[in-house]
Structure formats: C-alpha cells, structure tokens
C-alpha cells in the first residue's frame, strides 16, 4: 500500500499550514536580501593583455611584440580564440577559453608564459598587463560638471582627487573615469640655437636632469642603536627652483636650465574633449564591481554625487545618462507582470468555476509556489535578473495548472454527492499519477537547458534551476495544501452531476474523428509538414534588439585629420542627431590618439512611451541616413557591445591579397541597398615619416639608431608616460616633459638640423639619415594568429540571418582568392552554438521524459502518444512568429523548450484517465476515451487559458521593454493555441493507433507460440 501524502494533508492540517508559512517567510526574507542586476554575472574564461610600447607603428609592434606573444599563448591549454588589435604604441590580446578552463588558472597561465619571453621583447616595452574580462564593463551612469570657480585643469584634478576617491568608495564601484578635461604638467621647451651653441643635445638634457633630480632608496644606516633606511631625495618644489637647476658639460663650463630651456607650467595636449550638447565639459562614469547590483551601486553613487554637491555648491553635478534604467524598468515590470499574471490567471479560474472560494484556493498556490523559490536560489548565489525574472514570469501559467487540475477534479466529485472530505481525499488520488507527471515532465524539459554548452549555457543555468524549482514547488502545494483547504473550504454544491452543451459538441467531433481515423490523422500530418515549411522561411537571430532609450553614434575621421576638422564635423553631426525629434539629449567625446581620431556620441532617446510606437532601431536607421551625408568620415551608430550587428572577419596569409580582396567586400558591402551601417578600418591607412640610418655614415660619425631614435622621441613627443620625471608640488606629482617647440618638426628641415650624440660632439641629424614619406595601417587586427579584416554589418531592426543571407550572397564573398578565407564572429559563431546547445537540451529533454513516462505508464508505447503533443505546437508557434514578423531568436527557442512542458501536460491528463477508466472502471476502449475527454477537456482547456492569460501582459509589454520576452510568449501562446485545440481531438485517436500497435504485437507473438 503506498502512503498517500494528499490524504494525511487533509488529515493533518496543521503541520501544513506551518510549513507553508515558514517557507513563505524564508522566501519573502531571501526576496528581500536578493541583488538585483540587468543580466547575472557569469565567470567566463576570458582573459586580456594589454601591451604598451610608446611610439610604436601598429606594423612594428605586430612584428616586434604580437606575434611573438600570439605564438607563445596559443600553446597555452584550453584556448579557443586569439583577437588582437594593435594601434599606435599599444596592442590588446583578448583570449577566449573553452569553459572548462578555469579563470584564474587561465590568467596564471598567460602571465607565466609571457614572462617566458619577455627578454625576447623590446627593452622599451612596459610591462605587460594581464587580467581577467569581466561581465560588469559597461558604465552605470555619466555625470558632467561645470563651475565658474575652477580653470578646466583645476576641475579635472578637482574630479581625479575628490570625485574620484567619493566614488571609489562607494560599495560595489569596479572602475572610475575621467572625460575630457586636461592634466597638469611642466613643460620644458628647449631652446634650439643656444643647444647648439653650447654643443648639448635634448637628449643630454633628459639624461643630466634625471641624474640630478632623483628620489631613490640608498641602503641602511646605524646611527643611534638602531636601523634606519636612507632615502636619495633630491627634488625641486617650484618651477622658478626648477630653472636654477646647474648643468656641468662635458668641457667644464656649467649653466643654468633656464638657459637653455623655456619652462612652462601648462596643460598636457588634450587627448579627449567632451561636449554635452554642444557646450564644453568635463565628465565622469564608473562600472560596478563583478557580483553588485546595477540599481544598489547607482544608488550609492547618487548618494555620494549629492554629498560633494552639498559640500562643493559652487560646482554643478549633472546627471547625464543613467544606463541603470533599463534595469529598473526590467525589474519593476517583472515584478507587475507577476501581479498582472496573477491576477489573470485566477480571473480565467473564477470564469470557468464560478465559485469564489475555488478561485481562492487556486490563487493562493501562485504566491504560495514562487515566493519560496527566491529562498532556493537565493542559496544558490543566483540574483534577481532578467534570466531568473524571465523564468519565474513564464510558469506563471503553469504554477496555477496544477493547482486547477486538483480543484476541478475534486469540484466534479463533489457533484456526484461526496462531502468534501470524501471529495477533495477521492480526487487527489484519482489525478496524483497526472500531476505529479505533468510536473515532473516540465522539470525534464527546463533542468536541461542549465546544463547547455557555450556561453549560452552558462546564462541559462539559473532559467533552467529557477523554473524547475517553482514547478517542484507548484507540485508542493497541489499535493499537500490545494486538497487540504479544498477539504476544508468547499461546500457541496446545490447543482448536481450536469452535461455542458459545448462538451455535447465536442464529445460528437472527437466520436466523428475517431471513425476517420486515418483521414483525421492525414490532415494533421499535412498540417504540421507546412508549420515546418513555414519554419524555414522564418528570419534567424541570436538576440531581439532592445528598445531602450539610449544609442550611440560612433565617428572615424580621415587620416591626417586636425583636432579642430574633428570638432568641426563632429559639432555638425550634433547638430543633425539633435534635429531628430525623438532625441533628447548628447554627449560628444571626440578622442585624439596619436593622430587617430575618433568621436563617440552618446545619445539620450525619449522614453518608449512618448516615441508613439517608433522603435529605437528606426530612429538609428534615420540617424545613419543623416550622417552618410558627412564627408569623409565612417560612421557607425548603436550601442557598443550590444548584439545590434552581424560580423565577420577576412583572414589570411597573403597580405597583398587579403588587403585588395577586403577592399573589394567592402565597397560590395556599402553599395548595396539592404546594407546600412558598416564598420571597417580596412581601407584606413595614415601618413608616416620614416627615418632611415645611413649605416655607413653613422659608423662615421660615431651615431647609435637608439640615439637618432631616442632624440627624435624627445624633440616630438617627450619620453613615454613612466619614464617622465615628476615632481611634487603640494602632494600632488607633476610631470615634467622636455621638448624642442612645435616649429622644429612642423618640416622636415627643421627635423634634419636636430642634434645627436656623436664621436665627437654633435652632428646635424641630416648628416646621417635619409627622410621618406610612407603611409601604414590606422589600426591591425589579427584573429587566431593570423592578419584579418573585420567587418560589423549594422542590424537596424533586421534580423540576423536575413543580413547574414545578404552578405553571403556578394559576388566577392562567393568567390574568395586563395590564402583568404572567412570566419564568423560574434553573434553569427554563438548563433551556431545556440541551435547546437538547444537541441541538445530538447533532444535530452524529450528522452528525460519518454522514460519519466515508461515508469508512471509502466508502459513502452503510450509514452508516444503523450510524446505526440509535440508536434501539435509546432503549426501555431511558426504561424505566430510568421504573423507578428518575429524572428526565431534565442527566446523564441526557449519559448518551444517551454512547450514541450506544457503540451504534454494535456495529453497526459487524456491518456492518465483513459487508462484509469480502462482498468479500474472496466470501459472498453472507446468509452473510456470518450469518458476520459469529457472528464478532462474542462481542466485542459482551463489551464491552457490560464497560461495564455499569464503570458499575456509579456507579449503586451505592460511596463517594461517586451524586445527579450515578447518572442517566447508569443511562442507560447500561439503553439498551446495550436496543440490544445488539436490535441483534444487528435491524442485520442494517438492513443487507438498506439493500443492498435500494441494489440497487432501481441498477437504476432501470440500466433507464433501457437505455430511452435
């Protein structure tokens, strides 16, 4: 005799209630204590390195320093990829692992082996930086400042002394930084005609200041009993002290660095400039650290803005983006989507049962089943994200099912005048195989998807592990607390066992069909090979764009540009942004990086509410047309790092072709009209100047290259960055730079009368080099070792594979030159780890509950008819996306693994009563499957609304973005639209097939034993 758990709840009211009670407590606590955050942080194995070696071409530092890094990380274990992109005296190395690596391990490993050649790298390279790449990089807020009281250069210090130590503080800050402004620095400018006159050269200058200002440790000494450590300290405290410094030269004679030196206390050139609608300021962002809430951090960080704003008035703080929003918007729609569910859901009840205390019973399993889920996930680490939030809004629909199932069975015994003890203790055990089925099928179908490969994988383990818990706990309560209250609470009713007129109806199709069986089951088959058909026309993507209020426009000006044509066009391109109507407010940081100039422009969106249904990728599209109209500038507009473009990389060995062969794709690429904004720095090449040693000649005269190279650095551009002398002034360090005056390298005559170190003295520089104008790339990127191309196609509300079948159709991607291949990043490679990872999942899923069923059928044949249900989803899932122009996307594929939970729950309440009928109440076949379709449409038919109804403020998106989680809702809804329509007629022809089947197979037996 097996314990029935229904029948002691009823019993034992008391311990139940107590146990709901504790967990609604622990949940309801849990919730509270819960982080909140946009997507939750997942530990990627994903490394960088950063390399820096001041004034080195992206060509040199490729030859000189990344390739020979690439070589050694590639031996490293576990590495996927290798992306580099090389600049103007740096280079960034982004490694991805398989995810089996550990983080930590992988960065070690990195570390060691870099440091294994690091004799075999320029002298001159600073040492390289190796850190993990965190989830957590995008900036919570940006905030600019302006006041009357301070210079630009006393607010930038104003904000990197004050500012930055405020925020910094604030619990959860990961990052902090400064925009635009200016730093200080001393500039020596050295005099040309008196070097010569004295025979110095800048580079003796560096060299004699660095030896005579120094702070340096200088041992120990014992003095007095004891130990003390000795400090060389030699420094100046003024700019005036700086010029009294004395110089000993080579002959004797000694002079004064004013004499020979210009000394101006000044600002650092400029290398970023912002603007916020079109008025100059300085500003500020910070990132949150890994495994802090977006929303608690930026609280924070407004708490600490208002501070200093009440201790420094005289400085305004203004609040210029708040990327934050989204997140709040997120979360509080989820929250009142839970509410709006809700309260659906238990409308749909009360529609049907027509009886308050019913609805009552059914309403208190939806809390009663999610807020004890928050304590379980809670312990598990997880946060309160859109992947977890998304999980819990969707089995809404489906935490109520059981709940419904157990009332409307024990409501129709009590119709045949049971009492409700009798009733709710009768009912419970006639459907617990059911129920506990249904659940159990659901928790087969979602625990799958926490164990996905791929990244994807790695965000979907809280979806899978939160919704299987809510619907184990939705079990709880349908076993254990609906039968109790239902025992308790309902009363007899004053109408008797009576026979809807709609149940008449359908009684007389199903017992039409089932008499044409083959007929009934042909149209089906027809059916479901067009929704297929329909499948194969629907546009792929990886991720729906979002439509919050934010973009971003991104401005690549020509070579050789001047900071002042930048600012010129990039005020323009203002101008034209702020000319559309749905544009509320910029911010324009134009950044000067050894020439390469750029301009990024973050773009404030009125609200989605007050755009009158015009999306954001519209308004970008419009944008693109505006700006294609600037001259010679790339333009690229959307958010960096969002999934709003296709890319793809040309690679090879054969530079000469692959540079031709990447030109070609890209004027293909801008020519075309379905094409919009494209991003590519392959046909961008800058002007150099190359100074070449004439060997024989500097043998001569006794000239290095280090010297002619060292020279040059110090005349055009001072020393690199560390290797700057610094004095302290009022505790704060100043950096002093020592360079001849601009007019000495405006020509190349100026540039030949420098003066370099010789055997001798000083020689002219043009007495031992040769000048030649050349031109090298703006910026290298390397994939997996080799020279690349890469190309960012943008998306502009278009799907993916709709731009992806474009691109692939070029006449130059279709006939690509030997030693060039192409590669897929980016979303177009994670797209194809996406369908792997989920077929997987719905192939485990569907061998998870085909055995789940053998074991409660205790039979090898019925688990297909239940099985079967799938199918009927498929014709209505298509047909909705098809109808709504919804792509099939990452939620849309999460919307059919949903499915495969829910539309076996109906088939399993037709065939669990059809075989009960059969064997416990002796109805040949075809009246327990009538019986069983008349006992069961009511609760099918409830449930199923009930779950349309709880996805319906999803699919409406009341309150919030619906980009994510409109598609899966609307999956949802159109395939159980679909298959519960079909399946209460079709499944129980499935079940006479599959018996038919069984009987043929028996008898087949049954005639050979009867031959042998």
């Known amino acids: 005799m097996t314990f029935n758990f229904s029948s002691w709840a009823i019993r034992n009211p008391v311990p139940i209630v107590l146990l709901f009670i504790l967990l609604t407590l622990w949940g309801g606590t849990s919730f509270k204590a819960m982080t909140v955050q946009d997507f939750p942080d997942i530990d990627l194995p994903r490394v960088s390195v950063f390399l820096t070696y001041p004034g080195a071409s992206p060509s040199l530092i490729e030859s000189e320093v990344a390739t020979k890094v690439e070589n050694v990380i590639a031996t490293v274990s576990g590495v996927k990829h290798i992306s580099t992109v090389l600049t103007d005296g740096k280079a960034e190395i982004k490694i991805e692992f398989r995810l089996e690596k550990p983080v930590d391990q992988a960065v070690n490993d990195i570390r060691n082996k870099i440091s294994q050649i690091r004799s075999e790298l320029p002298a001159d390279l600073q040492e390289p930086i190796v850190q993990r790449r965190d989830s957590a990089t995008d900036p919570l807020m940006i905030y600019t400042l302006t006041t009357d009281k301070f210079d630009e250069e006393e607010l930038s210090w104003f904000i990197d002394s004050e500012v930055s130590r405020a925020i910094l503080s604030v619990k959860g800050v990961g990052s902090f930084r400064r925009i635009g402004g200016g730093d200080r620095e001393i500039l020596l400018e050295l005099i040309p005609h008196k070097l010569s006159a004295l025979g110095i050269s800048a580079l003796e200058v560096s060299n004699q200041l660095k030896k005579t200002l120094l702070l340096a440790p200088g041992g120990y000494s014992q003095l007095a009993g004891g130990e003390q450590s000795i400090r060389v300290k030699s420094q100046v405290r003024t700019a005036s002290e700086l010029a009294r410094i004395e110089f000993t030269l080579s002959d004797g004679r000694k002079i004064n660095l004013g004499q020979i030196s210009q000394i101006i206390d000044t600002v650092q050139k400029q290398k970023e400039h912002a603007f916020s609608n079109g008025e100059k300021v300085i500003a500020f962002e910070m990132t949150r650290a890994w495994g802090y809430g977006e929303i608690d951090v930026s609280e924070a960080v407004r708490a600490a803005v208002k501070k200093l704003q009440k201790e420094h008035p005289f400085i305004h703080f203004n609040e210029e983006f708040n990327f934050v929003e989204p997140t709040i918007e997120n979360y509080n729609s989820s929250i009142g989507m839970l509410y709006e569910g809700i309260l659906l859901a238990v409308v749909v009840v009360f529609v049907f049962l027509r009886n308050w205390r019913t609805t009552i019973i059914t309403a208190v399993s939806l809390p009663l089943s999610i807020i004890p889920t928050f304590a379980l996930i809670e312990v598990m680490g997880f946060t309160l994200n859109i992947v977890t939030l998304l999980a819990i809004s969707l089995v809404i629909g489906v935490l109520v099912d059981d709940a419904i199932v157990e009332v409307e069975n024990i409501e129709r015994h009590l119709k045949f005048g049971k009492s409700p003890m009798q009733a709710a203790k009768d009912a419970a055990a006639e459907i617990g195989l059911a129920v506990i089925a249904t659940t159990f099928t659901l928790v087969a179908v979602f625990l799958p998807t926490a164990f996905m ?264 551009d001072g020393e690199s960055e560390k290797d700057l002398l610094k004095l302290t002034f009022n505790n704060r360090q100043i950096p002093v730079k020592i360079q001849l005056p601009e007019s000495m390298f405006n020509n190349i005559a100026a540039l030949s009368e420098l003066k370099v170190p010789a055997a001798d003295g000083l020689i002219s520089l043009g007495n031992v080099v040769d000048f030649n104008w050349s031109h090298g790339p703006l910026e290298i990127t390397r994939y997996d070792q080799l020279r690349n191309y890469h190309f960012a196609i943008g998306l502009h509300g278009k799907a993916l594979g709709e731009i992806e079948k474009v691109v692939q159709s070029l006449p130059s991607l279709q006939n690509l030159p030997s030693g060039v291949y192409q590669v897929g990043v980016g979303d177009a490679e994670e797209m194809e780890e996406l369908v792997i990872g989920f077929s997987v999942a719905m192939l485990t899923g569907l061998i998870f509950m085909y055995s789940l069923m053998v074991l409660l059928l205790k039979d090898f044949m019925q688990p297909f008819t239940i099985l079967g249900a799938l199918l009927l989803s498929i014709p209505g899932a298509f047909l909705i996306l098809l109808v709504s122009g919804t792509p099939l996307s990452l939620p849309a594929m999460i919307g059919l693994i949903m499915l495969m939970g829910i539309t076996t729950k109906n088939s399993i309440l037709i065939v669990d009563y059809i075989i009960i009928a059969r064997t416990e109440h002796g109805l040949n076949r075809m009246e327990a499957t009538l019986d069983a379709c008349k006992k069961r449409v009511r609760p099918i038919i409830m449930t199923s609304i009930a779950m349309a109804a709880g996805m319906m403020p999803i699919v409406l998106g009341w309150g919030g973005d619906p980009s994510f989680r409109a598609p899966m809702a609307l999956v949802v809804i159109g395939g159980l639209l679909s298959s519960t329509l079909l399946s209460l007629v079709i499944i129980p022809i499935l079940y006479t097939i599959v018996d038919d089947v069984v009987e043929w197979i028996k008898g087949s037996f049954t005639n050979r034993k009867v031959i042998g």
């Open 453 to 716: 490969d791929g990244t994807v994988g790695k965000f979907f383990v809280q979806f899978g592990l939160t919704a299987s818990i809510a619907v184990l706990f939705s079990l709880l309560v349908a076993r254990l607390l609906t039968p109790m209250m239902a025992a308790y609470m309902l009363k007899s009713p004053k109408n008797k066992n009576t026979e809807s007129h709609l149940i008449s109806l359908y009684l007389c199709l199903v017992r039409y069909c089932m008499e044409r069986k083959k007929r009934t089951t042909f149209s089906i088959l027809i059916l479901i090979l067009g929704a297929l058909n329909i499948g194969s026309y629907l546009p792929a993507s990886f991720l729906p764009p979002n439509d919050n209020s934010f973009t971003e426009v991104s401005l690549t000006f020509p070579a050789g540009s001047s900071i002042q044509d930048a600012t010129k066009i990039a005020y323009s391109a203002r101008n034209k942004i702020e000319s559309s109507e749905f544009v509320k407010n910029t911010l324009t940081v134009i950044n000067n990086n050894k020439g390469e100039l750029t301009a990024v422009i973050t773009v404030g969106l009125l609200a989605r509410s007050s755009r009158d249904g015009v999306k954001k990728q519209e308004v970008e599209e419009s944008l693109y047309k505006l700006l294609t109209l600037l001259p010679g500038v790339k333009v690229k507009v959307g958010m960096s790092g969002t999934r709003d473009t296709y890319e793809f990389i040309l690679s090879g060995t054969d530079l000469v072709a692959l540079e031709k062969h990447a030109r070609l794709v890209e004027n293909e690429l801008r020519e075309h009209p379905d094409i919009g904004s494209i991003t590519s720095l392959s046909g961008l090449n800058k002007p150099e100047l190359i100074v070449s040693p004439n060997l024989s000649k500097s043998a001569k005269f006794g000239v290095t290259s280090f010297d002619i190279a060292e020279t040059l650095k110090i005349a055009t």
